[in-house]
């Protein structure tokens, strides 16, 4: 079957950095998503990744590894406003989403 | 502002009740979604329109149904509500379709429904 697993919650602090990975198993791979979704709001769209490494976009990267299954999303200079989940999802062999369950996210200052 | 209007934004529905939970969209985005959201579950799409007049059955499509008669309106009807569609539902739109290659999708604010 096709699965995605992530942590179900993380806690770090204001100012430091945070790394949430994403682990998946689908049949075929077109690539991978991260969204956030502040707490009763909308998913919003953070990074796309198809191949491998790390692409970098502003305090947030995110990382591919196909061989692995895995990808991890890495926030830096955590500020308050990054509270939220965050949603992994993965693209099989028809283009169907695949959606992990999501990370909590709580900063502490 | 451009995006995805959905009403209500919150409901309290008495099983065996009829509910239309409706999605505008001003994008002109080709392809909607409906996918409901349950607490320790990841999304889960419901049906989907790749193009005004078509429509296709997702992942968890038993007891819901949709119409596309225009680009930008995508209504879900609950037929017979169960407890068990109690749930926070978004709407959500691509330009590309669903099968069509990688696609962002833009979420609706969502609406929260419970059967009781």
């Known amino acids: 079957g096709q699965n995605i697993d992530q942590p179900t919650e993380m806690t770090a602090t204001e100012g430091a950095i945070v790394q949430i990975n994403c682990t998946y198993q689908?049949?075929?791979?077109?690539?991978l998503f991260w969204y956030q979704q502040h707490a009763g709001e909308a998913p919003t769209f953070l990074s796309y990744n198809v191949l491998d490494g790390l692409e970098e976009k502003g305090r947030f990267s995110s990382f591919l590894s196909r061989s692995k299954g895995y990808s991890y999303l890495l926030l830096k200079e955590l500020q308050m406003k990054d509270s939220a989940s965050y949603l992994c999802?993965?693209?099989?062999?028809?283009?169907?989403?695949?959606w992990g369950a999501g990370t909590k996210l709580i900063i502490k200052p | 502002i451009a995006g995805i209007t959905q009403a209500p934004t919150s409901q309290i529905l008495a099983a065996g009740r009829r509910m239309t939970l409706r999605c505008t969209q001003d994008m002109r985005h080709n392809a909607m979604y409906w996918y409901r959201q349950d607490l320790g579950l990841g999304l889960r799409l419901i049906h989907y329109s790749n193009t005004a007049g078509t429509t296709g059955k997702g992942e968890v499509p038993d007891g819901y149904s949709v119409s596309r008669a225009n680009t930008d309106d995508f209504p879900l009807t609950l037929a017979s509500a169960v407890p068990s569609q109690t749930s926070v539902y978004f709407c959500?739109?691509?330009?590309?379709?669903?099968?069509?290659?990688?696609?962002?999708?833009?979420f609706g604010a969502g609406s929260r429904l419970t059967v009781l």
């Open positions: 689908t049949s075929g791979f077109n690539g």
């Open positions: 999802a993965c693209m099989d062999s028809n283009y169907q989403l695949i």
């Open positions: 959500a739109s691509s330009d590309r379709g669903q099968g069509d290659g990688a696609n962002v999708l833009t």
